[in-house]
Protein backbone atom coordinates (compact mmCIF):
# COMPACT_ATOMS: atom_id res chain seq x y z
CA UNK A 1 0.00 0.00 0.00
CA UNK A 2 1.01 3.47 -1.07
CA UNK A 3 0.20 5.27 2.10
CA UNK A 4 -1.27 9.07 1.87
CA UNK A 5 -0.52 11.75 3.70
CA UNK A 6 -3.88 11.92 5.07
CA UNK A 7 -3.29 8.04 6.33
CA UNK A 8 -0.01 8.87 8.01
CA UNK A 9 -1.21 11.77 9.46
CA UNK A 10 -4.44 9.35 10.90
CA UNK A 11 -2.64 6.79 12.32
CA UNK A 12 0.09 9.14 14.14
CA UNK A 13 -2.51 10.85 16.05
CA UNK A 14 -3.51 7.20 16.99
CA UNK A 15 -0.88 6.47 19.10
CA UNK A 16 -0.45 6.27 22.65
CA UNK A 17 0.98 9.85 23.95
CA UNK A 18 4.71 8.98 24.95
CA UNK A 19 5.92 12.52 23.57
CA UNK A 20 7.56 14.99 26.05
CA UNK A 21 8.62 18.98 25.26
CA UNK A 22 9.73 21.14 28.57
CA UNK A 23 8.49 19.01 30.89
CA UNK A 24 4.77 18.07 29.73
CA UNK A 25 3.63 14.93 28.23
CA UNK A 26 1.66 15.91 24.86
CA UNK A 27 0.03 14.14 21.68
CA UNK A 28 1.86 13.51 18.26
CA UNK A 29 -0.57 16.59 17.65
CA UNK A 30 0.91 19.08 19.23
CA UNK A 31 1.40 21.92 17.13
CA UNK A 32 5.06 22.20 17.70
CA UNK A 33 5.73 18.68 15.99
CA UNK A 34 3.32 19.53 12.78
CA UNK A 35 6.14 21.18 10.85
CA UNK A 36 8.07 18.38 11.50
CA UNK A 37 5.30 16.39 10.33
CA UNK A 38 4.44 18.14 7.36
CA UNK A 39 8.69 17.34 5.89
CA UNK A 40 7.79 13.64 6.38
CA UNK A 41 4.03 14.18 4.86
CA UNK A 42 6.22 14.97 1.21
CA UNK A 43 7.28 11.92 1.31
CA UNK A 44 3.70 10.58 0.92
CA UNK A 45 2.92 12.81 -1.17
CA UNK A 46 5.70 12.17 -4.01
CA UNK A 47 4.80 8.59 -3.68
CA UNK A 48 0.79 9.58 -4.70
CA UNK A 49 2.03 11.72 -7.72
CA UNK A 50 2.39 9.69 -11.23
CA UNK A 51 4.72 12.09 -11.93
CA UNK A 52 7.71 10.49 -9.69
CA UNK A 53 6.60 6.80 -10.48
CA UNK A 54 9.38 4.93 -10.49
CA UNK A 55 11.66 7.54 -8.58
CA UNK A 56 9.60 7.59 -5.60
CA UNK A 57 8.09 4.34 -5.82
CA UNK A 58 10.18 1.21 -6.75
CA UNK A 59 8.84 -2.81 -7.16
CA UNK A 60 9.56 -4.86 -4.08
CA UNK A 61 10.88 -8.15 -4.67
CA UNK A 62 9.79 -9.12 -1.28
CA UNK A 63 5.87 -8.59 -1.81
CA UNK A 64 5.66 -8.34 -5.55
CA UNK A 65 4.15 -4.69 -5.09
CA UNK A 66 4.49 -1.13 -5.82
CA UNK A 67 6.25 0.49 -2.51
CA UNK A 68 7.47 3.54 -1.23
CA UNK A 69 11.26 4.06 -2.06
CA UNK A 70 11.63 5.15 1.36
CA UNK A 71 10.87 1.65 2.43
CA UNK A 72 12.49 -0.34 -0.39
CA UNK A 73 15.85 -2.58 0.03
CA UNK A 74 18.14 -1.30 -2.57
CA UNK A 75 18.22 -4.07 -5.67
CA UNK A 76 20.59 -2.70 -8.09
CA UNK A 77 22.61 -0.05 -8.78
CA UNK A 78 20.37 1.93 -10.76
CA UNK A 79 18.03 1.43 -7.11
CA UNK A 80 20.98 3.54 -5.39
CA UNK A 81 21.24 6.11 -8.28
CA UNK A 82 16.97 6.59 -7.69
CA UNK A 83 17.72 6.54 -3.56
CA UNK A 84 20.22 9.46 -4.19
CA UNK A 85 17.94 11.40 -6.97
CA UNK A 86 14.90 11.12 -4.86
CA UNK A 87 16.64 12.35 -1.81
CA UNK A 88 18.01 15.42 -3.45
CA UNK A 89 14.49 15.75 -5.24
CA UNK A 90 12.56 15.55 -2.13
CA UNK A 91 15.04 18.43 0.09
CA UNK A 92 14.82 20.60 -2.36
CA UNK A 93 11.43 21.02 -1.80
CA UNK A 94 11.83 21.03 2.00
CA UNK A 95 14.68 23.33 2.38
CA UNK A 96 16.91 20.74 3.57
CA UNK A 97 16.63 17.50 5.70
CA UNK A 98 13.80 15.15 4.29
CA UNK A 99 14.26 12.93 7.13
CA UNK A 100 12.75 9.39 6.11
CA UNK A 101 16.35 8.19 4.52
CA UNK A 102 17.69 7.37 8.27
CA UNK A 103 14.69 4.90 8.64
CA UNK A 104 15.25 3.81 4.67
CA UNK A 105 19.34 3.42 5.78
CA UNK A 106 18.43 1.30 9.11
CA UNK A 107 16.38 -0.98 6.70
CA UNK A 108 19.03 -1.71 4.24
CA UNK A 109 21.64 -2.07 7.04
CA UNK A 110 19.85 -4.28 9.00
CA UNK A 111 18.43 -7.01 5.68
CA UNK A 112 22.60 -7.35 4.78
CA UNK A 113 23.81 -7.88 8.80
CA UNK A 114 21.05 -10.38 9.98
CA UNK A 115 21.94 -12.05 6.48
CA UNK A 116 25.43 -12.33 7.69
CA UNK A 117 24.97 -13.00 11.19
CA UNK A 118 22.73 -16.30 9.91
CA UNK A 119 25.35 -17.11 7.71
CA UNK A 120 28.24 -17.19 10.70
CA UNK A 121 26.11 -18.30 13.26
CA UNK A 122 23.55 -20.70 11.71
CA UNK A 123 20.70 -18.62 13.66
CA UNK A 124 17.45 -17.10 11.87
CA UNK A 125 17.39 -13.54 12.08
CA UNK A 126 17.51 -12.82 8.49
CA UNK A 127 13.85 -14.78 7.66
CA UNK A 128 12.63 -12.89 10.92
CA UNK A 129 13.65 -9.77 9.20
CA UNK A 130 12.23 -10.08 5.95
CA UNK A 131 8.61 -10.84 7.32
CA UNK A 132 9.06 -7.39 9.14
CA UNK A 133 10.17 -6.15 6.37
CA UNK A 134 7.05 -7.37 4.19
CA UNK A 135 4.75 -5.86 7.28
CA UNK A 136 6.67 -2.70 6.70
CA UNK A 137 6.34 -2.17 3.24
CA UNK A 138 2.73 -3.53 3.05
CA UNK A 139 1.95 -0.55 5.46
CA UNK A 140 3.94 2.06 4.01
CA UNK A 141 5.73 2.45 7.41
CA UNK A 142 7.84 5.03 8.50
CA UNK A 143 10.81 4.28 10.77
CA UNK A 144 13.52 6.18 12.57
CA UNK A 145 17.16 5.09 13.01
CA UNK A 146 18.13 5.01 16.60
CA UNK A 147 21.68 4.53 16.58
CA UNK A 148 23.60 7.13 18.85
CA UNK A 149 23.66 6.00 22.53
CA UNK A 150 24.35 8.61 25.02
CA UNK A 151 27.34 7.16 25.74
CA UNK A 152 28.22 8.73 28.93
CA UNK A 153 32.04 8.36 29.22
CA UNK A 154 33.58 8.85 25.78
CA UNK A 155 36.92 6.69 26.59
CA UNK A 156 34.98 3.76 28.28
CA UNK A 157 32.98 0.80 26.80
CA UNK A 158 29.63 0.09 26.86
CA UNK A 159 30.24 -2.13 29.62
CA UNK A 160 32.40 -0.64 31.85
CA UNK A 161 30.54 2.35 32.27
CA UNK A 162 29.09 3.73 35.28
CA UNK A 163 25.69 4.20 34.31
CA UNK A 164 24.73 0.81 32.42
CA UNK A 165 22.14 2.81 30.43
CA UNK A 166 24.65 4.78 28.61
CA UNK A 167 24.17 2.25 25.97
CA UNK A 168 21.16 0.39 24.98
CA UNK A 169 21.21 -3.29 26.14
CA UNK A 170 19.25 -5.96 27.12
CA UNK A 171 18.34 -6.83 31.13
CA UNK A 172 16.43 -10.33 30.40
CA UNK A 173 15.80 -12.83 27.46
CA UNK A 174 13.57 -15.72 27.36
CA UNK A 175 12.25 -17.59 24.65
CA UNK A 176 9.99 -15.15 23.39
CA UNK A 177 11.42 -12.10 23.79
CA UNK A 178 14.12 -9.60 25.37
CA UNK A 179 13.23 -6.46 27.88
CA UNK A 180 16.26 -3.41 26.87
CA UNK A 181 16.61 -0.45 28.24
CA UNK A 182 18.98 2.30 28.19
CA UNK A 183 19.03 6.42 25.97
CA UNK A 184 19.30 6.59 22.58
CA UNK A 185 19.57 10.26 22.07
CA UNK A 186 19.66 12.82 18.82
CA UNK A 187 17.02 10.37 17.00
CA UNK A 188 15.58 12.69 14.41
CA UNK A 189 12.07 12.68 13.72
CA UNK A 190 11.22 9.77 16.45
CA UNK A 191 8.36 12.26 17.59
CA UNK A 192 6.31 11.78 13.98
CA UNK A 193 7.69 8.33 13.20
CA UNK A 194 5.51 4.93 13.18
CA UNK A 195 8.22 2.97 14.34
CA UNK A 196 12.06 2.82 15.87
CA UNK A 197 14.70 1.08 14.03
CA UNK A 198 17.46 0.21 17.17
CA UNK A 199 21.11 -0.46 16.05
CA UNK A 200 24.36 -0.39 17.87
CA UNK A 201 26.45 2.83 17.48
CA UNK A 202 29.97 1.09 17.51
CA UNK A 203 32.46 -1.67 17.56
CA UNK A 204 31.41 -4.36 20.32
CA UNK A 205 33.93 -6.56 22.93
CA UNK A 206 32.56 -9.91 24.10
CA UNK A 207 32.31 -8.36 27.63
CA UNK A 208 29.67 -5.87 26.04
CA UNK A 209 27.41 -8.98 24.72
CA UNK A 210 24.88 -7.86 26.25
CA UNK A 211 24.87 -4.35 24.44
CA UNK A 212 24.97 -6.13 20.90
CA UNK A 213 21.37 -5.69 20.60
CA UNK A 214 18.85 -4.49 17.12
CA UNK A 215 15.27 -4.51 17.10
CA UNK A 216 11.97 -2.77 15.58
CA UNK A 217 9.17 -1.56 17.90
CA UNK A 218 6.29 1.00 17.32
CA UNK A 219 7.36 4.05 18.82
CA UNK A 220 4.71 4.21 21.26
CA UNK A 221 5.36 0.58 22.67
CA UNK A 222 5.03 0.72 26.67
CA UNK A 223 8.22 1.67 28.20
CA UNK A 224 9.01 4.39 25.40
CA UNK A 225 9.58 7.76 26.31
CA UNK A 226 10.40 10.70 24.04
CA UNK A 227 11.89 14.01 25.27
CA UNK A 228 11.98 15.84 22.08
CA UNK A 229 13.37 19.08 20.76
CA UNK A 230 11.72 20.69 17.99
CA UNK A 231 13.53 23.15 15.98
CA UNK A 232 10.98 25.49 13.95
CA UNK A 233 11.85 26.43 10.80
CA UNK A 234 12.02 30.72 11.02
CA UNK A 235 8.97 32.29 10.81
CA UNK A 236 6.34 29.33 10.79
CA UNK A 237 3.61 31.26 12.69
CA UNK A 238 3.91 34.30 9.98
CA UNK A 239 0.94 33.47 7.28
CA UNK A 240 3.09 35.31 4.82
CA UNK A 241 6.38 33.06 5.40
CA UNK A 242 7.94 32.09 2.77
CA UNK A 243 6.44 28.36 1.60
CA UNK A 244 9.42 26.13 3.26
CA UNK A 245 8.98 28.09 6.23
CA UNK A 246 6.53 25.90 7.38
CA UNK A 247 8.98 23.07 7.57
CA UNK A 248 10.72 21.74 10.75
CA UNK A 249 12.67 19.06 12.51
CA UNK A 250 12.75 17.62 15.78
CA UNK A 251 15.88 15.19 17.46
CA UNK A 252 14.77 13.24 20.76
CA UNK A 253 16.07 11.15 23.45
CA UNK A 254 14.17 8.38 23.64
CA UNK A 255 14.28 6.51 26.86
CA UNK A 256 13.88 2.57 26.94
CA UNK A 257 12.53 2.27 30.56
CA UNK A 258 12.47 -1.52 30.50
CA UNK A 259 10.80 -2.42 27.04
CA UNK A 260 10.20 -5.58 26.07
CA UNK A 261 10.39 -6.55 22.72
CA UNK A 262 8.74 -9.63 21.08
CA UNK A 263 11.35 -12.27 19.40
CA UNK A 264 10.37 -11.39 15.86
CA UNK A 265 10.84 -8.50 15.98
CA UNK A 266 14.92 -8.47 17.36
CA UNK A 267 17.47 -8.77 14.64
CA UNK A 268 20.17 -9.03 16.54
CA UNK A 269 20.81 -10.31 20.47
CA UNK A 270 24.63 -10.37 21.94
CA UNK A 271 26.00 -11.35 18.90
CA UNK A 272 28.98 -8.71 19.77
CA UNK A 273 31.31 -9.78 16.94
CA UNK A 274 28.73 -7.76 14.28
CA UNK A 275 28.48 -4.76 16.37
CA UNK A 276 30.93 -2.54 14.39
CA UNK A 277 29.73 -4.01 10.99
CA UNK A 278 26.00 -3.48 11.34
CA UNK A 279 27.34 0.16 13.26
CA UNK A 280 29.20 0.79 10.14
CA UNK A 281 26.31 -0.88 7.10
CA UNK A 282 23.92 1.94 9.06
CA UNK A 283 26.59 4.69 8.89
CA UNK A 284 28.25 4.13 5.30
CA UNK A 285 24.52 3.63 4.22
CA UNK A 286 23.78 7.06 5.39
CA UNK A 287 26.50 8.73 4.37
CA UNK A 288 25.49 7.60 0.40
CA UNK A 289 22.26 9.14 1.74
CA UNK A 290 23.93 12.68 2.22
CA UNK A 291 25.23 12.40 -1.19
CA UNK A 292 21.28 13.19 -2.33
CA UNK A 293 20.57 15.81 0.81
CA UNK A 294 23.82 17.60 0.70
CA UNK A 295 24.12 18.57 -3.09
CA UNK A 296 20.50 19.73 -2.10
CA UNK A 297 21.18 21.96 1.09
CA UNK A 298 24.34 23.82 -1.59
CA UNK A 299 21.24 24.04 -4.32
CA UNK A 300 19.33 25.99 -1.79
CA UNK A 301 22.31 28.37 -0.17
CA UNK A 302 23.50 28.98 -4.00
CA UNK A 303 19.84 30.17 -5.04
CA UNK A 304 19.97 32.23 -1.87
CA UNK A 305 23.35 33.60 -2.91
CA UNK A 306 22.48 34.29 -6.26
CA UNK A 307 19.25 36.46 -5.22
CA UNK A 308 21.28 38.21 -2.33
CA UNK A 309 23.63 38.94 -4.99
CA UNK A 310 21.12 40.10 -7.60
CA UNK A 311 19.22 42.85 -4.46
CA UNK A 312 22.71 43.62 -3.76
CA UNK A 313 23.09 44.30 -7.85
CA UNK A 314 26.78 42.55 -7.35
CA UNK A 315 26.16 39.57 -9.44
CA UNK A 316 28.45 40.23 -12.23
CA UNK A 317 30.99 41.42 -10.22
CA UNK A 318 34.44 38.92 -10.15
CA UNK A 319 35.00 37.83 -6.68
CA UNK A 320 31.19 37.25 -5.97
CA UNK A 321 31.19 34.86 -8.90
CA UNK A 322 33.66 32.86 -7.83
CA UNK A 323 31.71 32.44 -5.04
CA UNK A 324 28.90 30.91 -7.41
CA UNK A 325 31.31 28.45 -8.91
CA UNK A 326 32.61 27.22 -5.23
CA UNK A 327 28.31 26.00 -4.70
CA UNK A 328 28.65 24.02 -8.48
CA UNK A 329 32.02 22.43 -6.80
CA UNK A 330 30.47 21.39 -3.60
CA UNK A 331 26.88 20.12 -4.45
CA UNK A 332 28.07 17.75 -8.19
CA UNK A 333 30.67 15.99 -6.46
CA UNK A 334 28.95 15.35 -3.65
CA UNK A 335 26.62 14.14 -5.78
CA UNK A 336 28.98 12.79 -7.79
CA UNK A 337 30.70 10.71 -5.18
CA UNK A 338 27.24 9.28 -4.55
CA UNK A 339 26.91 8.26 -8.10
CA UNK A 340 30.43 6.72 -8.32
CA UNK A 341 29.07 4.66 -4.55
CA UNK A 342 26.09 3.78 -6.56
CA UNK A 343 27.91 2.33 -9.71
CA UNK A 344 30.57 0.92 -7.88
CA UNK A 345 28.39 -0.65 -5.15
CA UNK A 346 28.49 -4.30 -4.13
CA UNK A 347 25.79 -6.91 -4.18
CA UNK A 348 25.83 -8.61 -0.34
CA UNK A 349 25.01 -12.10 0.36
CA UNK A 350 21.33 -10.33 1.01
CA UNK A 351 20.56 -9.63 -2.45
CA UNK A 352 20.47 -5.83 -1.51
CA UNK A 353 22.82 -3.91 -3.23
CA UNK A 354 24.89 -1.55 -1.00
CA UNK A 355 26.92 1.60 -2.08
CA UNK A 356 30.72 1.57 -2.49
CA UNK A 357 31.76 2.90 1.30
CA UNK A 358 35.23 4.68 -0.28
CA UNK A 359 32.69 7.10 -2.34
CA UNK A 360 30.15 7.50 -0.03
CA UNK A 361 32.66 8.35 2.80
CA UNK A 362 34.79 10.93 0.96
CA UNK A 363 31.48 12.14 -0.53
CA UNK A 364 29.86 12.50 2.98
CA UNK A 365 34.03 14.18 4.21
CA UNK A 366 34.15 16.73 1.79
CA UNK A 367 30.54 17.63 2.21
CA UNK A 368 30.38 17.75 6.03
CA UNK A 369 33.96 19.82 6.07
CA UNK A 370 32.36 23.01 3.67
CA UNK A 371 29.29 23.29 5.27
CA UNK A 372 30.23 26.32 7.38
CA UNK A 373 32.28 27.97 4.03
CA UNK A 374 29.09 27.64 2.27
CA UNK A 375 27.08 29.56 4.78
CA UNK A 376 30.12 32.03 5.21
CA UNK A 377 29.68 32.70 1.72
CA UNK A 378 26.08 33.69 1.56
CA UNK A 379 27.06 35.71 4.72
CA UNK A 380 30.20 37.29 2.46
CA UNK A 381 27.54 37.88 -0.36
CA UNK A 382 24.40 39.06 1.56
CA UNK A 383 26.13 41.23 4.04
CA UNK A 384 25.45 41.64 7.64
CA UNK A 385 21.53 42.34 6.89
CA UNK A 386 20.22 38.80 7.77
CA UNK A 387 21.41 39.55 11.48
CA UNK A 388 20.04 43.51 11.71
CA UNK A 389 16.47 43.19 9.38
CA UNK A 390 13.71 44.87 11.48
CA UNK A 391 10.60 42.53 12.06
CA UNK A 392 8.63 41.81 9.28
CA UNK A 393 5.44 43.67 11.03
CA UNK A 394 7.42 47.00 10.96
CA UNK A 395 7.61 47.32 6.96
CA UNK A 396 3.15 46.16 7.28
CA UNK A 397 2.30 48.82 9.96
CA UNK A 398 3.08 51.58 11.70
CA UNK A 399 4.54 55.26 11.01
CA UNK A 400 7.85 53.87 9.21
CA UNK A 401 5.91 51.60 6.96
CA UNK A 402 6.37 53.82 3.74
CA UNK A 403 10.03 54.81 4.28
CA UNK A 404 11.00 51.31 5.18
CA UNK A 405 9.98 50.53 1.72
CA UNK A 406 12.56 52.67 0.29
CA UNK A 407 15.17 51.04 3.11
CA UNK A 408 14.45 47.39 1.28
CA UNK A 409 15.40 48.43 -2.15
CA UNK A 410 19.63 48.28 -3.19
CA UNK A 411 18.61 47.38 -6.33
CA UNK A 412 16.43 49.52 -7.75
CA UNK A 413 15.33 47.21 -10.57
CA UNK A 414 13.72 44.80 -7.83
CA UNK A 415 10.86 46.35 -6.48
CA UNK A 416 10.14 46.76 -2.13
CA UNK A 417 8.23 43.92 -1.75
CA UNK A 418 10.47 41.38 -3.74
CA UNK A 419 13.67 43.11 -1.71
CA UNK A 420 11.84 42.31 1.52
CA UNK A 421 11.21 38.50 0.48
CA UNK A 422 14.84 38.09 -0.93
CA UNK A 423 15.89 39.41 2.25
CA UNK A 424 13.64 37.25 4.88
CA UNK A 425 14.62 34.45 2.60
CA UNK A 426 18.17 35.29 3.06
CA UNK A 427 17.65 35.87 6.80
CA UNK A 428 15.89 32.42 7.28
CA UNK A 429 18.16 30.57 5.37
CA UNK A 430 21.42 31.87 6.69
CA UNK A 431 20.34 32.93 10.18
CA UNK A 432 17.86 31.43 11.94
CA UNK A 433 17.74 27.99 14.39
CA UNK A 434 17.75 25.91 11.37
CA UNK A 435 20.93 27.34 9.79
CA UNK A 436 23.00 26.08 13.04
CA UNK A 437 21.44 22.63 12.94
CA UNK A 438 22.10 22.10 9.38
CA UNK A 439 25.66 23.23 10.36
CA UNK A 440 26.16 20.81 13.34
CA UNK A 441 24.07 17.88 11.28
CA UNK A 442 26.63 18.65 8.57
CA UNK A 443 29.29 17.70 10.38
CA UNK A 444 28.14 15.03 13.11
CA UNK A 445 24.99 13.95 11.69
CA UNK A 446 25.43 10.09 10.36
CA UNK A 447 29.03 9.77 12.39
CA UNK A 448 31.24 12.40 13.20
CA UNK A 449 34.05 13.39 10.76
CA UNK A 450 36.72 11.10 12.99
CA UNK A 451 34.47 8.30 12.04
CA UNK A 452 34.97 9.16 8.12
CA UNK A 453 38.85 8.84 8.97
CA UNK A 454 38.48 5.97 10.57
CA UNK A 455 36.09 4.21 7.85
CA UNK A 456 38.65 5.58 5.09
CA UNK A 457 41.94 4.00 6.84
CA UNK A 458 40.39 0.75 7.26
CA UNK A 459 39.46 0.44 3.59
CA UNK A 460 41.48 2.15 1.23
CA UNK A 461 44.34 0.92 -0.21
CA UNK A 462 46.96 2.17 0.77
CA UNK A 463 49.28 -0.46 -0.16
CA UNK A 464 48.60 -0.16 -3.44
CA UNK A 465 49.52 3.93 -3.31
CA UNK A 466 53.23 2.10 -1.62
CA UNK A 467 53.62 0.14 -4.75
CA UNK A 468 53.32 2.67 -7.05
CA UNK A 469 55.76 5.05 -5.21
CA UNK A 470 58.10 1.89 -4.85
CA UNK A 471 57.90 1.69 -8.43
CA UNK A 472 58.08 5.63 -9.55
CA UNK A 473 61.34 5.75 -7.19
CA UNK A 474 62.74 3.23 -8.59
CA UNK A 475 62.97 1.05 -5.84
CA UNK A 476 60.64 -1.79 -7.61
CA UNK A 477 61.26 -2.72 -11.04
CA UNK A 478 57.59 -3.83 -11.72
CA UNK A 479 54.46 -2.01 -11.12
CA UNK A 480 51.75 -4.38 -9.61
CA UNK A 481 48.36 -2.54 -10.99
CA UNK A 482 45.73 -5.45 -10.99
CA UNK A 483 43.93 -4.55 -7.70
CA UNK A 484 43.45 -0.93 -8.33
CA UNK A 485 42.02 -2.51 -11.77
CA UNK A 486 39.88 -5.03 -10.51
CA UNK A 487 37.48 -2.09 -9.70
CA UNK A 488 34.80 -2.25 -12.27
CA UNK A 489 31.06 -1.05 -12.23
CA UNK A 490 28.67 -3.55 -11.34
CA UNK A 491 27.03 -3.30 -14.71
CA UNK A 492 30.29 -3.67 -17.25
CA UNK A 493 27.39 -3.18 -20.57
C1 LIG B 1 21.14 17.17 13.68
C2 LIG B 1 21.50 15.78 14.06
C3 LIG B 1 20.65 14.73 13.75
C4 LIG B 1 20.96 13.42 14.12
N1 LIG B 1 20.09 12.41 13.85
C5 LIG B 1 20.37 11.15 14.27
C6 LIG B 1 19.45 10.07 14.07
O1 LIG B 1 18.39 10.24 13.47
N2 LIG B 1 19.77 8.85 14.56
C7 LIG B 1 20.93 8.62 15.22
O2 LIG B 1 21.17 7.48 15.63
N3 LIG B 1 21.82 9.62 15.45
C8 LIG B 1 21.57 10.87 14.99
N4 LIG B 1 22.46 11.89 15.22
C9 LIG B 1 23.63 11.62 16.04
C10 LIG B 1 24.95 11.59 15.30
O3 LIG B 1 25.11 10.38 14.62
C11 LIG B 1 26.02 11.85 16.35
O4 LIG B 1 25.93 13.22 16.71
C12 LIG B 1 27.42 11.51 15.92
O5 LIG B 1 27.56 10.13 15.70
C13 LIG B 1 28.42 11.96 16.98
O6 LIG B 1 28.07 11.44 18.24
P1 LIG B 1 27.97 12.44 19.49
O7 LIG B 1 27.06 13.56 19.12
O8 LIG B 1 27.64 11.61 20.66
O9 LIG B 1 29.40 13.07 19.62
P2 LIG B 1 30.66 12.36 20.28
O10 LIG B 1 30.77 10.96 19.82
O11 LIG B 1 30.66 12.61 21.73
O12 LIG B 1 31.81 13.18 19.61
C14 LIG B 1 32.37 14.38 20.18
C15 LIG B 1 33.87 14.34 19.98
O13 LIG B 1 34.42 13.30 20.81
C16 LIG B 1 35.28 12.48 20.02
N5 LIG B 1 35.22 11.12 20.56
C17 LIG B 1 34.11 10.41 20.84
N6 LIG B 1 34.44 9.18 21.31
C18 LIG B 1 35.79 9.13 21.32
C19 LIG B 1 36.74 8.13 21.70
N7 LIG B 1 36.36 6.94 22.18
N8 LIG B 1 38.04 8.42 21.57
C20 LIG B 1 38.44 9.62 21.10
N9 LIG B 1 37.59 10.61 20.72
C21 LIG B 1 36.29 10.37 20.85
C22 LIG B 1 34.70 12.57 18.60
O14 LIG B 1 35.65 12.28 17.61
C23 LIG B 1 34.27 14.02 18.54
O15 LIG B 1 35.35 14.84 18.17
C24 LIG B 1 22.17 13.19 14.81
C25 LIG B 1 23.03 14.24 15.10
C26 LIG B 1 22.72 15.52 14.73
C27 LIG B 1 23.67 16.63 15.06
Avoid at 102 to 117: F, H, P, R, S, Y
Avoid at 129 to 151: N, R
Avoid at 216 to 245: N, S
Amino acid sequence: MLRTKEQYRKDLFKMRPNIYIGGEKVGRDDPRLLPGIRVLEVTFDLAQDPKWKGLATAMSPLIGKEVNRWAHLPQTPYDLLQKQKLIRLAARRVGGCIQRCMGQDAIIALAVCTKEIDEAKGTDYHKRFLEYMKMYQEKDLDGCCAQTDCKGDRLKRPSEQKNPDSYVHIVKEDKDGIVVRGFKMSITQVAYADEILVVPTRALKEEDRDYAVAFAIPADTEGVKIVTRPVWLREKDDEDAPPFCKYGVSDSVVIFDNVYVPKERVFMCGEWEFGRRLALLFANSHRHSYSGCKPAVSDILCGACLLAAKANNIDKVSHVREKFSEFASSAELAYAAGVAAAVYGEKTSSGVFFPNPIYANVGRRLTGELIYHEYNLLTEIAGGISVTLPFKEDFKKGENKELLKEFIVRNPEIDPETSLKIWKFVENVGASPMTLWYMIAGVHGGGSPIMETITLNAEYDYEDKIKLARYLAGIDEHLDDSKWLSLEPFFKE
